[in-house]
């Protein structure tokens, strides 16, 4: 994230307002619904770093055993957990009046706190295997070395040195090595529209500008649904996850399936953004139930929508609005998330099959995303261009995970 300090600053302020600052969750709590909530990706690297994170709040170390051990009231937060992570649209109001009525109930407050975290850890984990993340921890990990909740790396050569106990021991910081994705650059699988394309058709898009019918803009929506549905993961299935992972997770075969394939037994139909928006309606109903929260979420959103320096690889001076919309709606759209103004015809003519997986796995099925798959896609594009469009890919899934949250929360207030 480093590439990106403006969206950094956004990105570690948030973070530590929802694990560090005023909000109505216990510390430990927070660090063990983001390790529940890293766990529904499988994602190690966030696990151990929230596991070490739990212990310097004083959490109970037997909680870290799984999830039998820990009080039913956090265990309770299973459903709202895998439901948001994998298929937010099943989301109700039975499942948010199961924790705040009865034994071991949660406040609204809580809920929304709790949701937040989960929100944030899900998306973080499609960041972390889209940029390779966790493979290369993984491998660092068995090589003999230790990561830290700082992001340095150690080893672990003298990890009893006399410290105080809230400190973790670093000895010595190793580099973590940066990929360049010029250097090796992977044997081409499927030929890449080139960036001089990209920029050709962006340009014809903008001259044509016409205005379309919204029947015509509903249809073109539904047919990117209906294709995405197409669309394979990238990488493949993945193992069964390790006993240190699995036992944090409750149903894992519990999975995203595509929005157009959903079972019409719940009877759900297309998000509309107009209906319920960030802008209009969540911002505000956050901030009201957790601590003004929405005024760091909603900078942080706006910052990865319009990040843009201008380049397209070697290119500068490139107006890439069109491409960097494309993408943050494709991936809403994925979720059955529908911006009526805006024209998904567009995504076809910029997001190639290629890039589309990439995008889909990154952001349905993080944990299948290998530092392969993420070095075959963009290829004439910079490392820290991938890193941008990861960034949008946290964001945007983040911003859809919310969406369908505080709607139903505002359901459950309201009738
Ligand atoms: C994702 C990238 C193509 C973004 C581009 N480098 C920009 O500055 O807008």
């Known amino acids: 994230m480093g590439y990106h300090k403006t969206y950094l600053d956004h990105f570690l302020k948030t973070q530590n307002f929802i694990l560090r600052g005023d909000g109505p969750l216990p ?15 499988q994602c190690s690297y966030l696990i151990t770093l929230q596991k070490q994170e739990f212990l310097l709040q004083r959490g109970d170390p037997e909680w870290l055993k799984g999830l039998h051990h820990i009080p039913a009231k956090l265990r309770n937060l299973n459903d709202i957990n895998k439901i948001l992570a994998h298929r937010p649209w099943l989301l109700n109001k039975s499942h948010i009046e199961k924790l705040t009525k009865g034994k071991d109930s949660w406040s609204l407050a809580e809920v929304v706190h709790a949701i937040v975290i989960l929100a944030h850890f899900h998306s973080l984990s499609s960041f972390v295997f ?12 068995s090589a003999g070395y230790q990561f830290v909740s700082d992001s340095t790396v150690t080893t672990k050569t ?51 500008q016409q205005e379309c019918k919204p029947e015509e803009l509903a249809k073109r929506f539904e047919n990117i649904e209906t294709q995405s549905a197409e669309i394979g993961a990238v990488g493949s299935e993945p193992q069964c996850a390790p006993a240190d992972i699995s036992c944090y997770v409750e149903d894992a075969s519990f999975m995203y399936i595509d929005f157009a394939k959903r079972n019409d037994l719940h009877d759900i139909t297309t998000f509309r953004v107009q209906d319920y928006s960030w802008d209009d309606h969540g911002y505000s109903l956050v901030n009201r139930l957790y601590n003004d929260v929405g005024n760091l979420l909603d900078d942080k959103f706006r910052t990865a929508y319009n ?7 070697s290119r500068t001076d490139v107006d890439t609005t069109r ?5 943050w709606y494709y991936i809403q759209c994925l979720f059955g998330i529908r911006h009526d103004d805006y024209d998904y015809g567009e995504i076809n003519a910029l997001l190639e099959r290629t890039l589309k997986a990439f995008i889909k796995s990154a952001t349905c099925y993080p944990d299948r995303v290998t530092k392969k798959d993420y070095d075959r896609v963009l290829r004439e594009f910079h490392y820290s261009e991938k890193v941008h469009v990861n960034l949008m890919v946290l964001e945007s899934r983040m911003q859809a995970e919310l969406l369908y949250a505080l709607r139903t929360v505002n359901r459950y207030m309201t009738n």
């Open 130 to 141: 889209s940029c390779g993340l966790n493979q290369e921890l993984d491998q660092l990990a």
């Open 323 to 327: 491409f960097r919309r494309a993408i």
């Open 307 to 313: 990040l843009t320096y201008y380049t397209m690889g």
């Open 27 to 41: 510390y430990d709590h927070r660090h063990y619904i983001a390790i529940m909530a890293a766990g529904r990706h």
């Open 158 to 208: 003298n990890s009893n040195s006399k410290t105080k106990p809230k400190d973790i021991p670093i000895v010595e910081t190793v580099e973590v090595p940066v990929w360049k994705s010029a250097s090796t650059p992977p044997s081409p699988t499927e030929p890449e529209v080139g960036i001089n394309t990209l920029m050709q058709r962006m340009k014809t898009l903008s001259e044509q």
